[in-house]
């Protein structure tokens, strides 16, 4: 079975300050990893995916995450925050089989401060 | 190249009506997938289609859901008898079988369902 953690519900930054928001993962099984971005009253939009390739992966946005298998972690980083980027971000989990559903945490509200 | 596409965006009915959301995939895309949201929490999955076929159904889809896949195109997802405790935002994924990407989800706008 996988799970997902996310850390703090809600992360304020500065604009133009590092953004770091956390996942630490749980699975039985080698993970594939997503990171997804939702704003008001809309769908999901993904960011970014882990599939076992580089452990550096590169998004859109100027958003990239680092799968570390040691620590279960998969965090989102951005180095420099935007105003536009103030939105809730979801991280997901998934077996490498791709047959199972995705399985999301909570979510990180992201507020950015001008 | 047009994404997934939910139709109504937003639907207001009282308890024990029925309602009908559609959700048209990606059209190269294969697998369908439906989740529920509801407020403050993330997506939670219901059920998932390989074209037509329903290979699996989360424990939250009770029997006042049914979902359909027809010819394996667009779905949709009934809920009979509404009670206000299925009041959430509706979503609909799609994915294609290659597992090259990881069959990475994209998803629809949603639908927003309130039952009074």
């Known amino acids: 079975a996988q799970s997902v953690t996310q850390l703090g519900s809600h992360v304020s930054v500065s604009e133009g300050a590092l953004v770091l928001l956390r996942c630490n993962y749980s699975s039985s099984v080698p993970p594939y990893l997503f990171w997804y971005v939702q704003y008001p009253n809309q769908g999901l939009q993904l960011l970014l995916k882990?599939?076992?390739?580089?452990?550096l992966v590169k998004g859109i946005n100027g958003f990239e995450a680092e799968f570390k298998k040691s620590e279960t972690s998969f965090h989102l980083t951005k180095p420099s925050a935007h105003m536009s980027d103030a939105a809730e971000y979801f991280c997901?989990?998934?077996?490498?089989?791709?047959?199972?559903?995705?399985?999301f945490g909570k979510g990180t509200r992201l507020s950015v401060i001008a | 190249d047009t994404g997934v596409s939910q139709d109504p965006r937003h639907k207001i009915t009282k308890r024990g009506q029925n309602v009908t959301f559609r959700c048209d995939p990606i059209s190269e895309h294969n697998r369908l997938y439906w989740y529920r949201q509801t407020l403050g929490q993330g997506p939670e999955f219901l059920t998932y289609?390989?074209?037509?076929?329903?290979?699996?159904k989360s424990r939250l889809l009770s029997d006042r859901f049914s979902a359909e896949r027809p010819k394996g195109s667009f779905s949709t997802l009934e809920i009979q008898r509404t009670e206000q405790g299925d009041s959430a935002m509706y979503l609909c994924?799609?994915?294609?079988?290659?597992?090259?990407?990881?069959?990475?989800?994209?998803f629809g706008p949603g639908t927003r369902l309130l039952v009074l």
């Open positions: 289609f390989q074209n037509e076929a329903q290979l699996e």
């Open positions: 882990y599939t076992s390739a580089a452990t």
């Open positions: 994924a799609s994915s294609p079988d290659s597992l090259a990407g990881g069959r990475a989800q994209y």
């Open positions: 997901a989990v998934r077996s490498n089989s791709g047959n199972t559903p995705l399985v």
